[in-house]
């Protein structure tokens, strides 16, 4: 059989992305994370579409190079329709849409939130594969879903955030703290020189398998507002405290809502996607569920957490295989359900 090479791009955020697969293995895996957002304390749409209008080329070349492809070897073109922020999507889309026709080779349509959970089949000898049927939880910056995935291209969404998503409490909280942009990664640092039982802040009672961070948010709005009227310099004292009262928190609510989810499904096996996924708690609680032998638990290389486009090529590659094109009249998608 001969191999399937696979460009993917992936830009419906604020980081430019391309990859080249060799079936389901990746040979080149670039991404451009835009720095001019930081400034800003939060991705600005127009200007996330304008670096990715400037980006896109080199990454793609980059990405061709690195995994010493040529671009009349590929088999398809794969890329993010959605969903995403639209100015950033067109970039993407256009420009695969422009290549494949260039190439005369088929487009092929993928979901990014799909993407965050296929990411675990990626050939990989140091991960092991989720088995049919599983947990997938997406944790990013814009969602948070617990979704059964029965098949590749069959899953459901069964629960969800009702108001923030986690990656969006992290950035609010963390900016609240004076911590810069995105902010759930210094979080996660300054968390691990903290006490955890510093602080307590409420866990939300939502119903059913859904989410709320924005009681969270305002809790601690309002926790460190009453706590600087008597000091200060209260943020600056209790730093690493607060990090990891907060961590402590979102970890509890993922465990709850996970344990609930398990018990009702009946499924043991649990994978995480998105980039808050990289996170040390979230991933150490995992394991020590795993530990306990409470779950089955896939967490994914740190370079398929936050947005990739490998992530956008191995859902390619299963498209691929099972003859699932898309016509080049197709337009990006800014919502777009699982
Ligand atoms: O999946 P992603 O790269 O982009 C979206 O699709 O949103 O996720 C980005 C989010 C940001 O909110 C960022 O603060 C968060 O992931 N994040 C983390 C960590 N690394 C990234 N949050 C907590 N702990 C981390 N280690
Ligand atoms: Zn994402």
Not at 105 to 124: G, R, S
Not at 159 to 179: H, I, Q, S
Not at 181 to 201: C, W
Not at 321 to 336: C, E, I, P, W
Request: with cysteine; charged share 25%; aromatic share 8%.
């Amino acid at each position: 059989l001969e191999n399937t090479y696979i460009l993917s791009i992936e830009s419906s955020c604020d980081d430019t992305a391309a990859a080249v697969l060799e079936n389901s293995r990746i040979l080149s895996n670039v991404v451009a994370t835009q720095k001019i957002h930081e400034e800003y304390g939060g991705v600005v749409p127009e200007l996330a579409s304008r670096a990715h209008q400037q980006n896109i080329v080199p990454v793609v070349d980059q990405a061709l190079k690195k995994a010493k492809i040529d671009k009349s070897q590929l088999n398809a073109i794969a890329f993010t329709r959605g969903p995403g922020l639209m100015g950033s999507l067109l970039v993407g889309t256009s420009f695969a849409k422009s290549l494949a026709l260039a190439l005369d080779i088929p487009l092929i349509e993928v979901n990014h939130m799909q993407a965050h959970l296929l990411a675990h089949f990626i050939d990989d000898a140091s991960h092991r594969k989720p088995n049919f049927p599983f947990l997938g939880i997406t944790l990013s910056g814009g969602h948070t879903q617990i979704v059964k995935v029965d098949d590749y291209f069959s899953m459901e969404v069964i629960g969800e955030t009702l108001d923030d998503a986690v990656g969006e409490a992290y950035d609010k909280c963390g900016k609240m703290l004076g911590l810069d942009y995105p902010a759930g990664p210094i979080v996660d640092k300054l968390a691990q020189k903290g006490n955890p039982k510093a602080f307590e802040f409420p866990v939300p009672n939502v119903k059913d398998l859904n989410f709320s961070f924005s009681g969270l948010k305002t809790a601690v709005m309002y926790f460190l507002e009453k706590k600087q009227k008597e000091n200060q310099d209260f943020i600056k004292e209790n730093l690493n405290d607060l990090c990891a009262s907060f961590q402590f928190t979102v970890v509890k609510i993922i465990k709850k809502k996970l344990e609930k989810a398990v018990k009702q499904t009946q499924i043991r096996e649990v994978a995480i996607g998105g980039g808050v996924s990289a996170n040390s708690a979230i991933r150490t609680m995992l394991q020590k569920q795993e530990k306990n032998k409470k779950w089955i638990c896939h967490i994914p290389k740190f370079e398929y957490t936050t947005d990739n486009a490998a992530m956008i090529g191995i859902v390619g590659y299963y498209k691929f295989l099972n003859g699932q094109f898309t016509d080049v009249k197709t337009s990006a998608k800014a919502r777009y359900h699982i």
